[in-house]
């Protein structure tokens, strides 16, 4: 699969799935499940918890994990994002995907301008096989 194939399966599954399983850094065993949204062909996910020891604070530390879209498992660079503008247009993408009564106070929170800190964008890594 080429690169571009690759990046859109992803936006896909991100697309139509409320969540999605990561792993931060290279030593986690088990995945965690997260929400995750898509602006144009970009992939982000903010960490709720916001705490020392996290998916986020591993993607910080090591650069690196793993994102799981049903059966497949696809490794991942993780960046933290610093574009307030971007960060604006992921609060409404998340206000736009969790529309469900039962997540407004979540939405509500996540959308809050603290967790703009917390914002990561990733990028599949495409390893060619020659």
């Known amino acids: 699969m080429n ?26 065993v088990t995945f965690l499940e ?15 918890g916001m705490s020392n020891k996290s998916w986020f604070t591993e993607f910080i530390a090591q650069g690196v994990g793993q994102l799981k879209l049903g059966e497949h498992v696809i490794d ?9 503008e971007m960060n604006s247009l992921i609060d409404h993408a998340y206000q736009d995907k969790y529309i469900q009564k039962e997540n407004e106070p979540y939405v509500n929170e996540i959308t809050e301008l603290k967790y703009h800190n917390f914002t990561m964008e990733f990028f599949p890594v495409f390893i060619e096989v020659q």
């Open 3 to 28: 690169k571009e194939n690759l990046q859109q399966e992803l936006i896909n599954y991100v697309n139509s799935n409320t969540l999605v399983e990561i792993k931060g850094g290279t030593s986690r």
């Open 34 to 48: 997260i929400w995750m949204v898509s602006v144009g062909h970009r992939i982000f996910a903010r960490s709720w």
């Open 76 to 84: 991942v660079r993780g960046q933290q994002l610093k574009d307030d």
